[in-house]
Every structure is written in structure tokens, then in C-alpha cells.
């Protein structure tokens, strides 16, 4: 049976009449439970088990395909030119055009904190933003509280200085939720270190530009990069003592993601917009089409090198 205040049951109002509908079971395992402040007995039980069911199997099908549930989003001032964010780019400008926001834990970090097999994780707990139908469910279940602007505004802050990755619902309509997401905790960055699988989620609409000749070996970048894609490799450009300079190993595999370009000294790093810009599904119904498609792409790979 569904137990109140978690998540189980959709209620929401349409044209003056309430509508009831079960959520999905990612939703109902993994989500709604560990968003809450504090977590009950069963909850916590429950921890253990989950994560080993998310790397042994349900990770599995979920995160194979090309079409992730996140996407990577930057914080404004990490971009050269930040008028070319378009609506869904921009953190900052999503915040502004919402009329209800709400905060929540991050159910991953606290789904990995009660479990005793799980490794610790140091990164700020209440940093999950919602907005519109979802944020008022979760204030009416008890499971995130109302703020201000201001106040999310602050929080992304605070998640982009702790080398968070601001990522937001994968389409362009109805976007319901800010993440900011850890690799030591994420679902969809575990699936990536763990699982090997080709991405975590979904890449920006900038690329990261590096400058060897100002940038100063310190390193930095290469240990807030969510994907370890960077490195300190020796270069005829650089300026430094070291004789060395942020590099990219594998161009393909950035995120777009910012993180690294936010807390560089001497902002050698900088996020363009690539050759062609790619928009994310426009809604809920094409993000999810596309989902099954991609699976059903992924698993007709998989049988045919299985024959091979």
C-alpha cells in the first residue's frame, strides 16, 4: 500500500478538479522518500538495498541509452557570453521566471548517507530546487520547503563554489527541477564512474575553451571536473613555471558544465557554444519517446555483439 507523504500518489488540480496518479517508480524508491528532512526508520532502511539494486540492475537499462534524464546547464558568469543562453540554459534566468520555488534535499547524497556501505559524501544536503506543480506537491507532502528568489539564487551560488553540476530537467517546457549534482553520489554520474556507461548526462550547448598561456598549473580544474576529463599536460604555450597547462583529454566527453571555469584564478577557461546547437526535447511526451527509442536502439546493439 502507498504510505502518505512520500511520493506514492500524484494529486494534483486541474479546472477546479483533483486529479490522482501513481508516480513512476523511480519517483517513488528513489526520490520522494529521501527528499525528506529527517528521514524515518523505514527510510533509511531502505537505503542499502536501493543502491545496490541501482548498480546491479536497474541502472542498468535506465542509464545505457543516449537520452539522459538530466542535462547540463551552466551558472551565468561561467559563460563569455552570457546573452546567448537561451531560456533553458540559464540557472539563474529560470529562477527568475518562476513564481514558486521550493528547496529539498538531495536525495541521492542522503540515500548514500544513511547507508553504511556507501562512501561519504561532504557535499551540501539542501540544494535541489523545484518549481511550479512539483514544488507545490512536495511542500504539501512535507518532503521540501518554500523559498524566495533570492534564496535560490544563494544556493546555486553555494552549489557552484562546492563544484556542484547545475542540471535541470531534460527538456525545453514544464522544467521542474534544479539539481546539483556530486560524482560521488549522483545516479547518473555513478552510472558513468561505476557502470562505465558512455555519459552521465545529457552535454550543455557550450564547450569549454582553454587558454595555455595564462592559465597557471594549479590544478584546480582538474579536481573539480565531474568526469575527470582534464588534466596537467606539458605545453609549448605555457607561461608558468611548471611549463604546464590545463588540457583536455577526451574533447567528446566534456560536459559543458562550468564547474571548472567557475573558481579558475585566472579564468583560462571559458564555455562557447558549439558549431550546432542541439535543444533538448521539447516536452515531457518527446523526451520520453526518445528515451524508448534509445533503449531499444542500445539493446538491438547489445544483442547483435552478443552474436558476434
Known amino acids: ?164 553540476v547545475h542540471a535541470v530537467s531534460n527538456r525545453q517546457k514544464e522544467v521542474d527541477t534544479i539539481c546539483n549534482c556530486c560524482r560521488c553520489s549522483c545516479v547518473f554520474f555513478e552510472s558513468y564512474h561505476v557502470l562505465k556507461h558512455d555519459r552521465s548526462h545529457d552535454f550543455s550547448n557550450y564547450r569549454l575553451k582553454l587558454n595555455p598561456e595564462t592559465c597557471k598549473a594549479c590544478g584546480l580544474c582538474v579536481q573539480r571536473c565531474p568526469i575527470q576529463a582534464l588534466t596537467l599536460e606539458d605545453s609549448s604555450l605555457a607561461k608558468n613555471k611548471q611549463g604546464k597547462a590545463a588540457t583536455l583529454m577526451n574533447p567528446d566527453q566534456c560536459l559543458g558544465c562550468g564547474v571548472c571555469v567557475h573558481k579558475c584564478p585566472t579564468q583560462s577557461l571559458i564555455l562557447e557554444p558549439p558549431a550546432e546547437i542541439q535543444d533538448p526535447p521539447e516536452d515531457r511526451r518527446e523526451w520520453m519517446t526518445k528515451l524508448v527509442m534509445d533503449q531499444q536502439q542500445a539493446e538491438v546493439r547489445g544483442i547483435r555483439g552478443a552474436k558476434k
Open 1 to 164: 500500500m502507498p504510505w502518505p507523504g512520500k511520493g506514492a500518489v500524484w494529486r494534483a488540480e486541474r479546472g477546479g478538479s483533483l486529479l490522482y496518479n501513481l508516480n513512476d517508480a523511480f519517483f517513488i524508491f528513489f526520490r520522494g522518500p529521501f527528499y525528506a528532512i529527517p528521514l524515518d526508520q523505514a527510510t533509511k532502511a531502505m537505503a542499502p538495498p536501493l543502491n545496490r539494486y541501482l548498480r546491479d540492475g536497474f541502472d542498468g537499462p535506465t542509464c545505457s541509452g543516449t537520452r539522459q534524464g538530466l542535462e547540463n546547464h551552466s551558472i551565468g558568469q561561467t559563460v563569455e557570453d552570457p546573452r546567448r543562453i537561451a531560456p533553458y540554459e540559464d540557472v539563474m534566468g529560470m529562477v527568475d521566471s518562476q513564481d514558486f520555488l521550493a528547496v529539498s534535499n538531495c536525495a541521492c547524497r542522503q540515500r548514500k548517507r544513511v547507508d553504511p556501505d556507501s562512501a561519504r559524501c561532504e557535499h551540501p544536503d539542501e540544494v535541489c530546487l523545484h518549481f511550479g506543480d512539483l514544488a507545490h506537491y512536495l511542500v504539501d507532502n512535507g518532503l521540501s520547503r518554500e523559498i524566495t528568489r533570492e534564496e535560490a539564487k544563494d544556493i546555486l551560488k553555494i552549489a557552484a563554489d562546492a563544484g556542484l
